[in-house]
């Protein structure tokens, strides 16, 4: 295919850097920073930098924070030839999804959403890497009337840069389990940071300490940006969670050791069991 990559962040970059290391794929990397699309054609990460020309793309790739997605989208879909298939890899779909369908069926265009579920502590292209989907989930948050031959294509795409687990599923549902997967986690790792001890914690801290704090390093801007579009399944799962974790406040205030014996146990079993269930799973 030829493929059009818009924003050469870690994601976007990261992209490049796949399809050149795994695929055939002819890729042109579109950044705002043309220093950067410079540095991706060096590194044989893209084929081309993008001349300012919509026209002859199989596949767009807008890897753009959400409301600069859509931005660019609506002020650009004209351009594209008709017929062209657009993605976006942004972490939030749903209510989003719908407008950027809209924007695609007014210009003749093809919409599904995609999320590699893949990151690192730090953005930006100098952190992007070839293998960085390698072994990653990879969810493809469809309609039920898109085409079979889009979705197959994105699952393809998927396979080829190394994804594990491909999921399709609809923008409503990526949403609420991205809330609980995802951007409950990231607001967990914030709030979790802001202990009075976290400048004393050198010589302290272990493995437990780095999995806790490794994503408080966000992007405020564009997980604000996630938080505010997910916010009621946002907000039900740091309910849940603010409960959950009352309990274990009150056992040790009540001295209870019976009720914290029972309450670890719990959270054991039920890990134990999500264990059990992953491993069986199919990619």
């Given at each position: 295919?030829?493929?059009?990559?818009?924003?050469?962040?870690?994601?976007?970059?990261?992209?490049?850097?796949?399809?050149?290391?795994?695929?055939?794929?002819?890729?042109?990397?579109?950044?705002?920073?043309?220093?950067?699309?410079?540095?991706?054609?060096?590194?044989?990460?893209?084929?081309?930098?993008?001349?300012?020309?919509?026209?002859?793309?199989?596949?767009?790739?807008?890897s753009l924070f959400p409301e600069a997605s859509e931005k660019f989208f609506r002020e650009n879909a004209g351009k594209f030839n008709k017929n062209t298939l657009v993605t976006d890899v942004c972490g939030i779909k749903g209510r989003f999804s719908e407008r950027m369908r809209?924007?695609?069926?007014?210009?003749?265009?093809?919409?599904?959403?995609?999320?590699?579920?893949?990151?690192?502590?730090?953005?930006?292209?100098a952190n992007s890497s070839a293998d960085l989907f390698v072994k990653a989930n990879f969810i493809i948050a469809a309609e039920e009337n898109d085409p079979d031959t889009d979705k197959e294509t994105l699952a393809s795409l998927a396979k080829e840069i190394g994804a594990g687990?491909?999921?399709?599923?609809?923008?409503?549902?990526?949403?609420?389990?991205?809330?609980?997967?995802?951007?409950?986690?990231?607001?967990?790792?914030?709030?979790?940071?802001?202990?009075?001890?976290?400048?004393?914690?050198?010589?302290?801290?272990?493995?437990?300490?780095?999995?806790?704090?490794?994503?408080?390093?966000?992007?405020?801007?564009?997980?604000?940006?996630?938080?505010?579009?997910?916010?009621?399944?946002?907000?039900?799962?740091?309910?849940?969670?603010?409960?959950?974790?009352?309990?274990?406040?009150?056992?040790?205030?009540?001295?209870?050791?019976?009720?914290?014996?029972?309450?670890?146990?719990?959270?054991?079993?039920?890990?134990?069991?999500?264990?059990?269930?992953?491993?069986?799973?199919?990619?």
């Amino acid at each position: 295919m030829n493929i059009l990559v818009v924003g050469l962040g870690l994601i976007g970059g990261s992209l490049c850097k796949a399809m050149k290391k795994y695929t055939y794929h002819h890729v042109t990397g579109c950044d705002i920073n043309k220093d950067i699309e410079e540095f991706a054609l060096r590194d044989v990460a893209v084929d081309d930098t993008f001349s300012g020309n919509f026209s002859g793309f199989d596949l767009v790739i807008l890897s753009l924070f959400p409301e600069a997605s859509e931005k660019f989208f609506r002020e650009n879909a004209g351009k594209f030839n008709k017929n062209t298939l657009v993605t976006d890899v942004c972490g939030i779909k749903g209510r989003f999804s719908e407008r950027m369908r809209k924007t695609a069926e007014e210009n003749g265009l093809r919409y599904i959403g995609i999320h590699p579920m893949a990151g690192k502590e730090f953005g930006g292209y100098a952190n992007s890497s070839a293998d960085l989907f390698v072994k990653a989930n990879f969810i493809i948050a469809a309609e039920e009337n898109d085409p079979d031959t889009d979705k197959e294509t994105l699952a393809s795409l998927a396979k080829e840069i190394g994804a594990g687990k491909i999921v399709v599923t609809s923008p409503e549902n990526h949403d609420k389990m991205i809330a609980y997967t995802s951007q409950l986690a990231h607001i967990v790792s914030s709030a979790y940071v802001k202990s009075p001890e976290l400048q004393l914690e050198c010589g302290f801290s272990g493995g437990s300490f780095q999995d806790m704090t490794r994503i408080a390093t966000m992007n405020e801007k564009m997980w604000t940006d996630l938080f505010m579009q997910n916010r009621e399944n946002l907000q039900f799962e740091l309910d849940t969670l603010i409960g959950n974790l009352l309990q274990y406040r009150d056992a040790l205030e009540n001295a209870d050791s019976e009720k914290m014996l029972s309450l670890i146990a719990e959270g054991r079993k039920l890990k134990e069991d999500n264990i059990r269930h992953r491993v069986g799973q199919p990619n």
